[in-house]
Each structure stands twice: as structure tokens, then as C-alpha cells.
């Protein structure tokens, strides 16, 4: 009898906790910051977004760095005006003027743009 009680309380006890488990599976998704979120966060920043990545200037510890300009990657082709900053697209900058050429430098993640014999260190914005 013990051990008939016994296995009844074992099984309802494995039901119970069973019970408590959450089955659903959760999943976190980490993004890079687009122009929406940065431009919301300071509608004053200075951006321009290159292959998916949005690259902001006037970052202080980068303007110390001492970057080596490398090859050209591109240049700026559509400015963005006020508009729907889900829209913001590559080759597309909020201060920089059309035609503003695009470096690769020596370290990853930061472009430097030359337009009217002025340089700028852009530093790409990632999460993580």
C-alpha cells in the first residue's frame, strides 16, 4: 500500500512540476541602430549610412585617432532631408553634400569622408 501511495504522489508531484515549465521558447533579437532610432535619440547627429550600417562623426575619442586614409569605397549619392528616416538608405548622409567621398582606413569600422578638402572620421554605430 506504501508504495502504491507512494508512486501516486511521485506521479503527481512529475505533473505538477512539469506544469511549472514555460514550453515557449524565447528568442532576443539584437539589431544594429538604424538612422530612425539614432536621428530620435539626437536630431542633431551627423550620419550617413554605408553598406546596412549607420557611421556618425564627430565622436571624440575617434577625431584623436590616427587613421590612414586606404582606397575609395564610394560616395555620398542622396541627402536626406527631414524626411521618414526609415527611408535612409546607403549612400545616403543628413549633412554631408552630394559627391562627399567615402575612405576604407586602417581600422574596421570607421570611414573617413573628404569633401571640400576637409576630412571627417565617421564611426559605424553597431549594438554589442
Known sequence: MNKLILGIMMTVSIFYLSGCFDSETKTSVKKHPDAKEVLSLNENANILQWEGLIYETDIEWVNELELIKKESVGEITELFTNGDAKLFKDG?????????????????????????????????????
Open 92 to 128: 545616403m548622409a543628413n549633412k554631408l553634400p552630394i559627391g562627399a567621398k567615402i575612405y576604407s582606413t586602417n581600422i574596421n569600422g570607421i570611414l573617413i569622408v573628404e569633401y571640400n578638402g576637409e576630412e571627417k572620421y565617421y564611426l559605424a554605430l553597431v549594438e554589442g
